[in-house]
């Protein structure tokens, strides 16, 4: 029997689940399912916490790469709730029940979900993405508002085509990174991209959505294209911002001088 379109299928709301200061373990539902998934528990604490407070059942763990900020809190989740865990093919990784690849497909909560490759602040680092109304992105490290992440394992190169690949994605696409970097990130952007109205106007927003103790986060894939210096390296103005720093001959050359300003900003 064929699945059901997209749109037909239920809404999933997501909930962040603040953690270890400055991390967002995101929690998929819907509204009439007590089943839920989580996505990177780095802390099994909270999530625990706010389970046991809404009768919920952790059905699903996603898991977008290795480190322990975003899998520290996996084995006592496994051990108290037996969720069905999805990740990357990596054997440091305890407690996988299914790998996946670039181009797999898997259902979580009745929404098709697609897995990206996305190498350069990790090597097995992946994103899911799923084309419901609306679509979501959960990109871990890869992709903060404002921002990417750092180069840990892989080279500019492969981050610079992760993004690449991410950026095509539609613009109402809500991107659920995994850690509240954003007011820093939008200080380095008035950096790189200094003529940018829609940098001003988000860092403001940003700073009142801070000031209130609330997430800065998700933002949507079309606003990280204007406000985001690291999917803009194709902008002349950006590259005239970067070129006091090395080398911006380049698209690919943009993002790596941005990176290593940006980690010594």
């Known amino acids: ?25 995101w929690l998929l539902r819907q509204d009439t399912n007590v ?22 059942t952790l059905s699903t763990v996603l898991i977008t790469h290795h480190h322990q900020d975003h899998t520290g809190g996996l084995a006592e989740l496994i051990e108290r709730y037996s969720p069905h865990v999805i990740g990357p093919d990596n054997p440091d990784i305890a407690g996988i029940d299914q790998t996946v690849r670039e181009g797999d497909e ?13 190498p350069g602040h990790t090597l097995d680092h992946i994103a899911f993405f799923t084309a419901g109304i609306p679509p979501l992105l959960f990109c871990g490290d890869t992709m903060f508002s404002g921002g990417c ?27 659920f990174a995994a850690h509240e970097y954003t007011l820093a990130n939008l200080r380095f952007a008035l950096a790189a991209d200094p003529h940018n109205t829609d940098v001003v106007k988000a860092l403001d927003e940003c ?10 986060l998700p933002s949507t894939l079309g606003r990280e294209k204007r406000i985001n210096p690291f999917l803009r390296c194709d902008d002349h103005l950006v590259r005239e911002a970067a070129a006091s720093q090395g080398d911006t001959g380049t698209s690919e050359a943009t993002f790596a001088t941005l990176r ?6």
Not at 35 to 55: F, H, K, S, T
Not at 150 to 170: C, N, W
Not at 207 to 216: F, I, K, N, Y
Request: negative net charge.
């Open 207 to 216: 700073q009142r959505a801070r000031e209130l103790d609330r997430p800065t």
């Open 149 to 175: 992440g750092r180069l840990f394992e892989g080279t500019p190169a492969q981050m610079h085509d992760s993004l690449g690949r991410l950026s095509v994605l539609p613009d109402d696409t809500m991107v």
């Open 260 to 265: 290593a300003w940006k980690d010594n900003f």
């Open 106 to 118: 898997f259902r979580v909560l009745g929404r098709l979900f697609e897995v990206h490759e996305v």
């Open 1 to 25: 029997m064929p699945f059901p379109e997209q749109d037909a299928l239920p809404m999933l709301s997501v909930t962040p689940i603040p953690a270890l200061g400055d991390n967002y373990i």
């Open 35 to 56: 089943d839920v998934c989580v996505v990177d528990p780095g802390d099994a604490g909270p999530v625990i916490q706010l389970l046991e407070r809404e009768n919920l």
